[in-house]
């Protein structure tokens, strides 16, 4: 089951979460407006969309994390020394799990919307995919 369903839908994850951070580079969509999202993502109610070029280096890690999470679980071919993917994958781990258990702190003074949403959805998001790249490491280490 590690072998397939953890990285599986870590990966999956990881590549719709990029998706949405391409789009966000240019786009508010899904939202009708620029307001409307960066008080549900961004957290601020004044209307401005953060840098595109920032969005889309991030987008581009989260996908780079789901190819990652696919090499180390080899389900498709490795490039460069497995110790250094396998350092990138507990990173990945580290990075998410900061993420989730900082989001918390990210609630002060932002904007209702993205508290509900960070408290709710965003930060235990981030939690449950590092735990899940923890897995996949683990998993990989174990071999």
């Known amino acids: 089951?590690?072998?397939?369903?953890?990285?599986?839908g870590l990966a999956i994850a990881l590549v719709a979460i990029g998706v949405l951070h391409f789009i966000w580079s240019f786009s508010p969509w899904p939202f009708k407006d620029v307001m409307t999202f960066t008080k549900t993502i961004g957290g601020?109610?004044?209307g401005v969309m953060p840098p595109g070029p920032t969005t889309f280096v991030i987008g581009l890690a989260l996908i780079g994390g789901a190819v990652l999470t696919l090499m180390v679980n080899e389900s498709i071919p490795g490039i460069g020394p497995g110790w250094l993917r396998l350092v990138g994958m507990y990173s990945l781990a580290a990075v998410l799990l900061v993420r989730g258990l900082g989001g918390y702190f990210m609630n002060s003074g932002a904007a209702i919307e993205f508290q509900r949403l960070n408290t709710f959805l965003y930060s235990p998001l981030c939690v449950a995919l590092a735990a899940l790249s923890g897995i996949v490491a683990v998993a990989a280490s174990r071999r």
């Open 1 to 8: 089951m590690v072998r397939t369903v953890a990285p599986m």
């Open 44 to 46: 601020t109610d004044d």
